[in-house]
């Protein structure tokens, strides 16, 4: 293994449980030519630290993987790993759910690894190179617990840019099983729902959302929605079987209205899509709802669900404009419910929140906090760079 070397403080903070060291946290030399994928950490005592995924090929080239004590990282550390992982979903599919995340990384103790669930098909998602050496277990291992049909490879973009031409692995690659299109079902909450685990964004659908889904179709009864960054329409089929009035599409992403219009179409085999109250815009966000405005549109709940607008740290600024300008315009079409999300690591939680509520208080509106969400069971979060989903749910008034 490679022997790393950091400093007292950073020797601190993994004992606390952060996961990571980058490459200018390293105090030794390590030579480029090195071919390891595991890394062990000893203390300012020589005592073990930790030991690790090591990746030369990334700036973030440490994850832990056990800490503490030294242990064999082989099938049997891998195993026990899985089924606490599972326990800790236990009781979803008896709720009518059988898609949902069954390894959410650093946080289930498989550092830089997420493994989705969509019914028969396994969506497996990595985000170093480093897991490659170990793939054929894990896929034996994955396949053994959930009798799966098959496993899909799903690649990181920075491990994607990384790979030599000639490798054995790409995105989007069947590790197991023979199927012949992307395209899988599974239900969330008694809900049939239709995802493209080769070519769709993530692992095919945005599962952390599951929760929040579910409120909105609770809160949805009678009302008219606009749905914002609507994507496959996951927000639109909770509104509509929760008996909503109408409901209005925004997107920028043709691919991703057709998929709404096929969820749709799933669930509510007896209806015609498109219809009369159930309206796809296909544009930019920001033009389309000032367009809304100028059409003097007003609705009885808003869906403001953005992509990450900060992929990094030094975004944070501009994604923080970005949710206000959000919020403002998203305020000036109703005097009902907003419900606001954000997916950025890099902005936190207060900043966040305080950045809705400007925008808001820009569009001359009140505002009345109604709930505020987090993590679901299966996206827990165990360090503060783990928490990445935010929401909050506010009564907006004239």
Same mark, same amino acid.
């Given at each position: 293994m490679i022997k790393i070397q950091i400093s007292k403080t950073h020797q601190s903070k993994i004992r606390k449980g952060y996961p990571w060291v980058f490459k200018y946290q390293i105090q030794n030399q390590i030579p480029d030519e090195n071919q390891e994928n595991l890394g062990v950490i000893y203390d300012h005592n020589n005592h073990f630290l930790a030991v690790g995924l090591w990746d030369p090929c990334s700036d973030l080239c440490f994850r832990v993987l056990n800490l503490g004590k030294p242990q064999a990282i082989d099938r049997g550390f891998f195993r026990e790993r899985l #089924?606490?992982?599972? =326990?800790? *979903?236990?009781?979803?599919e008896s709720q009518g759910t059988t898609g949902y995340r069954v390894i959410n990384g650093e946080n289930d103790g498989f550092p830089g690894l997420v493994l989705d669930r969509y019914e028969d098909t396994l969506v497996l998602k990595l985000y170093t190179t480093s897991w490659f050496l170990f793939l054929d277990e894990l896929c034996e291992l994955f396949q053994n617990e959930f009798?799966?049909?098959?496993?899909?490879?799903?690649?990181?973009?920075?491990?994607? @840019?990384?790979? %030599?031409?000639?490798?054995?692995?790409?995105?989007?690659?069947?590790?197991?099983?023979?199927? /012949?299109?992307?395209?899988?079902?599974?239900?969330?909450?008694?809900?049939k729902f239709a995802a493209d685990v080769i070519a769709g964004q993530k692992?095919?659908? !945005?599962? /952390?959302? *599951?929760?929040?889904?579910? =409120?909105?179709? %609770?809160? $949805?009864?009678? *009302?008219?929605?606009?749905?914002?960054?609507?994507?496959?329409?996951?927000?639109?089929?909770?509104?509509?079987?929760?008996?909503?009035?109408?409901?209005v599409e925004v997107d920028s992403n043709p691919f991703a209205l057709e998929t709404s219009l096929r969820n749709m179409k799933l669930n509510f085999p007896e209806k015609s899509f498109p219809a009369e109250n159930f309206v796809q815009k296909e544009g930019d966000?920001?033009?389309?709802?000032?367009?809304?405005?100028?059409?003097?549109? !007003?609705? /009885?709940?808003?869906?403001?669900?953005?992509?990450?607008?900060? *992929?990094? @740290?030094?975004?944070? $600024?501009?994604?923080?404009? $970005?949710?206000?300008?959000?919020? #403002?315009?998203?305020?000036?079409?109703?005097?009902?419910?907003? !419900?606001?999300?954000?997916?950025?690591?890099?902005?936190?939680?207060?900043?966040?929140? /305080?950045?809705?509520?400007l925008g808001i208080r820009s569009a001359g509106k009140k505002c009345e906090e109604i709930a505020r969400t987090e993590h679901a069971q299966d996206h827990p979060a165990t360090f503060p760079e783990a928490f990445y989903l935010k929401s909050t749910y506010i009564r907006v008034g004239p």
């Open positions: #089924q606490s992982a599972i =326990k800790i *979903r236990q009781g979803l009798k799966s049909q098959q496993v899909v490879l799903r690649l990181a973009r920075n491990v994607s @840019k990384s790979l %030599e031409s000639g490798s054995t692995y790409r995105d989007g690659q069947i590790l197991y099983g023979h199927g /012949d299109s992307g395209w899988v079902q599974f239900k969330e909450n008694g809900l692992t095919g659908f !945005f599962l /952390d959302q *599951r929760e929040n889904r579910l =409120k909105i179709g %609770e809160m $949805a009864k009678g *009302r008219s929605v606009l749905n914002v960054f609507s994507y496959s329409g996951g927000f639109s089929v909770y509104a509509w079987a929760g008996g909503c009035g109408s409901v966000a920001f033009q389309m709802l000032a367009r809304l405005k100028s059409e003097k549109r !007003f609705f /009885d709940l808003v869906i403001l669900d953005p992509p990450a607008f900060a *992929r990094k @740290k030094k975004h944070k $600024a501009l994604a923080l404009d $970005a949710y206000t300008n959000l919020a #403002q315009a998203g305020a000036q079409l109703t005097s009902g419910v907003l !419900f606001a999300a954000s997916c950025s690591a890099h902005v936190p939680a207060n900043e966040f929140y /305080d950045a809705v509520y």
